[in-house]
């Protein structure tokens, strides 16, 4: 290994554990170390003849998470159906409501789910799903209030430097009012309107200038109330959302005898996360 400071060669001739034996000045002169020096592994030097050294090989770790079940419940009464409105059939109308907040519930367990599985309702235990805000644990930047040019551009660095695909360069970054406000504020042409993107997913997606690779930017209005100041990092093949029971609408599910309608949106699924440092969570930005 070679300390990159002093330009000093050490020769690792055992390893037990945390504790190397080392030939110091191996190639250079050895000169005195310093906490935190870098030393970069310059791999192997093999001796002429010799046999093949002891295999390694990169373990994979177990990552888990709980299915959710979440139902969101439309009920009116017969009086209410019958009556005419001027947005046309109430039934309608509410199950279109009742299904954009089902789809904001996925939405925000996507992004904030804790992962639990409370067993003390006995044999039906209650499941919560853990969303990208508990998956990331690496590549967090806390703003301490104002977010400066220089240091989000060394965070996205940090993002870059792994990506669930090989050779892929192009990630998505859902940013808070606060966030998107302070990037705007950097001026120099550093978000430019993606309209392909924009047109292709059905909401306005900015392409951020970066030299890593392609960071699209999307506005995200429910980072908010306490979010404010969030903005998530998202490699997006490492991202799957997993049902058990896909979402359906169950249809007159009230009791026999009652006078009116009840329906509900249930769905029973979670999400699946490859690659924790393919991800970056950025906070506690002001404007």
Excluded at 221 to 238: H, K, N, R
Aim: proline share 2%; with cysteine; net charge negative.
């Amino acid at each position: 290994m070679k300390n990159v400071r002093t330009d000093e060669v050490i020769r690792v001739t055992n390893v037990v554990g945390n504790v190397l034996t080392v030939t110091r000045g191996y190639v250079g002169s050895a000169v005195a170390m310093a906490d935190n020096d870098w030393l970069l592994n310059l791999s192997t030097a093999e001796m002429e003849g010799d046999n093949s050294p002891e295999a390694q090989a990169t373990l994979k770790v177990e990552r888990t998470n709980h299915v959710q079940i979440v139902k969101t419940t439309v009920h009116i009464t017969e009086t209410l159906k019958a009556v005419d409105h001027y947005h046309g059939d109430e039934m309608d109308y509410q199950r279109k409501k009742a299904g954009e907040a089902h789809a904001r519930r996925w939405e925000e367990i996507l992004f904030h789910g804790r992962k639990k599985e409370d067993t003390s309702t006995g044999a039906k235990p209650i499941r919560a799903a853990g969303g990208i805000d508990e998956h990331i644990s690496t590549n967090v930047l806390d703003a301490n209030g104002t977010l400066t040019q220089s240091e989000f551009d060394d965070w996205i660095g940090d993002c870059f430097r792994y990506s669930v695909k090989p050779g892929r360069n192009s990630k998505l970054l859902f940013a808070s009012r606060n966030v998107i406000n302070t990037i705007n504020s950097w001026g120099s042409g550093k978000l430019v309107m993606n309209g392909v993107a924009s047109q292709t997913y059905g909401m306005d997606i900015s392409t951020y200038v970066t030299g890593f690779g392609k960071l699209s930017v999307i506005y995200h209005p429910l980072l908010e109330s306490g979010y404010e100041g969030y903005a998530y990092l998202v490699d997006p093949d490492g991202v799957m959302y997993r049902p058990l029971r896909g979402t359906k609408l169950m249809m007159n599910i009230q009791d026999n005898d009652e006078d009116g309608q009840k329906d509900q949106y249930l769905t029973e699924a979670t999400f699946q996360f490859a690659l924790e440092k393919c991800f970056g969570k950025l906070y506690d930005v002001d404007f």
